[in-house]
């Protein structure tokens, strides 16, 4: 789509909404104006006696549409609010603008950040009423009645978490990078292990390296570990002893006498073994995943993996057998060759599991993934929508509730991912993350140290990379880089 400002610069908020209505679209910058068949948008803001006023005019499919929104700026600002504003009514203009020229109402209205309950739960910290945001949900953002209650839910969950935190802690994520096989839909964080596996020793070395950094530094911080979560990749595609070293070189080396919550991806059902689960039981590992993402055979060798539905039952029985944890299932609407009758027979079979965590996403076609590349046998985004419609009232007829969400660039129906869990069974990581409530210290290939100064919401990051070998090149300079955690926690805390 040939897009046109006037008056601002704000790319990112256009860009931003355009994605979210027209996921087939991409932005292009011409000097030319549009041919009356090619899809365009002008956007225009005007900043007049204390107010904005934002027009769109869309240009699709030999319709042309246009929307328009003010709103009142403040007298006094540092200009970060009067963006924010001007931004907002940039996207509700341009989602008046595609309205008539959409199949259906979007659910998510305009609203398009990834945390959706981060906005409510600020709003009631605030000191809005819970009516009040859902009327800000509703009248600003344009959101439907169901997705406003779902984003509260999940706020006053958030809320719930944060007011048990403690300002010195901290969440510790280590990444391991590998996988048995790429799945269609990953894009690049994990290494098939056949092709990597001479790669993992080097990278365990390397992550050890940055574990004995990480004990160095907490202390000299004086932070804690809350929480300790192992993702990737598949942890467990490592063996029982690479299992062991790692776990125990963390044990030996951290202070972990505050941790509440241990989590490992174990995921792919082909990675989970007796040997492996036993080493996780020894460690203290308490909450485990073990994640079908679909019960369909064909819809599984569709998106490339080498088990089968049978196989995810014999896993989570030798899970369950093994250890007194709670169980998470991760399940994906709107995977390559699934359908409604696919979905929800799928979720009635992880239902009658009773696992403590289910986690329903939406498929995201994330650049360099197999499925975004060759994008056949994909259901439609009214087809994703129906799987969730069943999945969302069926999951709480069975007693689960959402406790987190969070969307993506590029999703099925431009939906969301939503964690739900049994009372009690709520994920303290997951909804740290998702909320950002405090500070993510990442170790490993893919992961992203977030320091999080809760009292102003400023988030710095330092970024591993993401493949395995620039990793163990660079794992030197990445533990200097974690020295920042020291006079981050140390203003932080006062010392």
Not at 413 to 421: H, K, Q, R, S
């Amino acid at each position: 789509m040939k897009l046109y400002l006037e008056g601002h610069d704000y790319r990112y908020a256009v860009e931003q909404i355009m994605l979210i209505l027209l996921p087939g679209q991409r932005p292009e910058y011409p000097d030319a104006p549009p041919a009356p068949d090619e899809a365009a948008a002008h956007s225009a803001l005007v900043l007049r006696d204390g107010t904005a006023r934002a027009r769109t005019v869309l240009q699709l499919d030999g319709r042309r549409s246009e929307g328009t929104a003010e709103t009142v700026l403040p007298e006094t600002d540092d200009g970060l609010t009067r963006d924010r504003l001007c931004q907002r009514i940039i996207k509700q203009s341009f989602y008046k603008a595609a309205l008539p020229l959409l199949d259906h109402a979007p659910d998510w209205g305009a609203l398009t950040g990834v945390r959706p309950a981060k906005l409510a739960a600020k709003a009631l910290v605030d000191g809005r009423s819970r009516a009040e945001v859902e009327r800000m949900f509703r009248e600003e953002f344009f959101v439907s009645p169901q997705r406003t209650r779902l984003a509260m839910e999940a706020a006053e969950a958030g809320l719930e978490v944060a007011r048990g935190l403690r300002p010195e802690e901290l969440s510790l994520y280590v990444g391991i990078p590998f996988c048995p096989t790429r799945c269609a839909y990953c894009s690049f964080v994990s290494a098939d292990i056949q092709r990597a596996l001479k790669l993992v020793e080097p990278y365990l070395e390397a992550l050890g390296r940055e574990i004995d950094a990480a004990a160095r530094l907490l202390p000299q911080a004086g932070a804690k570990v809350r929480t300790l979560y192992f993702g990737g990749g598949t942890p467990t595609t490592l063996s029982p002893a690479q299992l062991d070293r790692m776990l125990g070189q963390l044990h030996r080396s951290l202070d972990l006498s505050g941790l509440s919550e241990c989590t490992v991806e174990a995921g792919r059902p082909d990675t989970i073994t007796a040997e492996k689960l036993a080493v996780l039981r020894d460690y203290g590992v308490d909450r485990l995943s073990v994640n079908p993402q679909t019960m369909q055979d064909h819809v599984l060798r569709a998106m490339g993996r080498a088990h089968t539905a049978a196989d995810v039952l014999r896993a989570y029985d030798l899970a369950r057998r093994a250890g007194d944890w709670a169980i998470n299932m991760d399940l994906i609407a709107g995977l390559p060759e699934d359908s409604a009758d696919g979905f929800r027979d799928t979720l009635e079979t992880v239902l009658s599991l009773a696992p403590e965590n289910i986690t329903v996403h939406t498929l995201a076609l994330k650049k360099g993934s197999r499925l975004t590349l060759e994008g056949r046998g994909l259901p439609s985004g009214e087809e994703t929508a129906r799987m969730l419609a069943y999945a969302w009232p069926r999951l709480e007829e069975a007693g689960y509730r959402p406790y987190y969400l969070y969307r993506q660039k590029y999703m099925s129906g431009a939906l969301e991912n939503i964690g739900w869990c049994r009372p009690g069974y709520e994920g303290i990581y997951n909804v740290c993350i998702m909320e950002e409530l405090h500070t993510i210290l990442a170790l490993g290939a893919g992961g992203s140290t977030k320091l999080t100064d809760p009292h102003t919401g400023k988030i710095t990051r330092l970024t591993n990379p993401k493949y395995p070998y620039e990793y163990i090149q660079r794992v030197q300079q990445l533990c200097a880089e974690k020295e920042a955690i020291v006079p981050f926690y140390r203003a932080l805390l006062g010392g």
